[in-house]
């Protein structure tokens, strides 16, 4: 046999050419193709919807539902990451002090916020385009929220307008603002929230600058829910360092601007400072929000947790203090109102019910986390919520 025929014996047939051809034409972006990062392996069930127990059951149906672009979206943090998981961590650095003696079913949890009674102190946060995550989107939300009694803070990136869902469910609704540089925009955004019942105006002020390397390393196909923001010079930003200016030029003067526009509590939201606080009191705010954005705003930044009690001294009492990022569980609730919180907000955690089974996931996740505070609070001994106090907990911060 000649060295023609060893080279085409040893060569690559037409059927493997045509196949190697076809796994490389699939791995394509131009075809929006979806590849799979995580196969089930040799347990190939996942649990039914009566079988959750814990919001963290709810997760895996979640990110088999959705396309992989859409479960980063809602997963990712920024850069590192190091935010995102300190978090988290950070429920670890504080431990409950069990004293029993309350039965379960006479636990109190009912509180009052600017006026309005809540059965709960749970909230919902505000996160964006949640149509991604469901055909309900919002409205699915703010079905379940009304359900459970639960207050809803709409983001301002909502995947529908904001007067549609209020019309969608009877349950309170605050609305979130991203606010623009023109004051136009925000008059009437602000305005046309009002006008259809919005009870607090919530102001984000962090998530300047971030952007997220997940989503730079993971080649997303069949079109992502949001542009990868790479960091990259911009050749017409108004700064030396030619960053986009996105949000970069907030400054404690906008709620001088905003607040006239206001007719109801107008709060802010991404404080991690008790300097921070004090500088909204001086404008005239009516409650802040301690939160790092669930870890997407600046790398390498505290959890929201650990700078907590910061804040609530800073504030002494003058006006409410909520916190959002990382929660998960009843028990990291009530670690929050120990350490002075008024009210804990659910981002994430909503998410994923609402993604795993649609309206009714996003009921069963609050219910869950109201369920697992009331038993929290009978291992505390604490029957209600103005009975928890620091003395429940004992902290190890880092």
């Not at 971030?210 to 960091?231: I, N, Q």
Request: proline share 6%.
């Amino acid at each position: 046999m000649g060295k023609s025929e060893q080279r085409w014996r040893r060569g690559m047939s037409r059927r493997k050419a045509l196949s190697g051809l076809a796994s490389f034409m699939a791995a394509s972006p131009l075809l929006h193709a979806q590849r799979d990062p995580w196969p089930l392996g040799p347990h190939r069930r996942f649990l039914g919807f009566d079988e959750m127990r814990d919001v963290f059951d709810f997760e895996p149906i979640f990110r088999a539902n959705v396309p992989l672009a859409v479960y980063d979206y809602t997963a990712h943090g920024t850069e590192s990451e190091f935010t995102l998981y300190r978090n988290r961590d950070a429920f670890d650095w504080v431990e409950l002090i069990g004293r029993g003696g309350v039965d379960p079913a006479a636990i109190d949890t009912s509180t009052e916020l600017f006026g309005h009674a809540m059965p709960s102190p749970i909230m919902l946060a505000p996160t964006a385009r949640q149509r991604d995550l469901h055909p309900d989107g919002e409205l699915g939300m703010h079905r379940a929220a009304t359900t459970t009694g639960t207050t809803m803070i709409v983001s301002n990136a909502s995947s529908l307008p904001f007067t549609r869902i209020a019309r969608g469910a009877e349950g309170p609704l605050w609305f979130q603002r991203y606010a623009t540089r023109e004051m136009e925009p925000n008059r009437v955004a602000l305005g046309d929230a009002q006008e259809v019942g919005a009870q607090t105006i919530v102001v984000t002020i962090d998530q300047q600058a971030s952007y997220y390397e997940r989503d730079l390393h993971v080649r997303h196909t069949g079109g992502a829910p949001r542009r990868v923001t790479r960091r990259e010079p911009q050749p017409d930003a108004p700064n030396p360092y030619r960053v986009s200016a996105g949000r970069l030029w907030y400054e404690w003067s906008l709620f001088d601007d905003l607040r006239p526009m206001c007719e109801v509590p107008m709060l802010a939201k991404g404080i991690l400072t008790g300097d921070g606080a004090k500088k909204c009191l001086e404008r005239g705010v009516d409650g802040v929000i301690v939160s790092n954005h669930g870890g997407r705003a600046l790398d390498y930044g505290p959890s929201s947790l650990e700078v907590l009690e910061e804040v609530v001294e800073a504030v002494a009492g003058r006006v409410p203090v909520l916190i959002d990022s990382g929660f998960r569980r009843g028990s990291d609730v009530l670690k929050a109102l120990a350490l002075g919180a008024d009210a804990v907000c659910l981002g994430r955690a909503s998410r994923w019910g609402l993604g795993a089974f649609g309206e009714e996931g996003a009921q069963r996740v609050l219910e869950i986390v109201n369920a697992e505070l009331r038993q929290a609070m009978a291992f505390a001994g604490v029957a209600s919520l103005a009975e928890i106090d620091r003395s429940i907990v004992k902290t190890n911060f880092p």
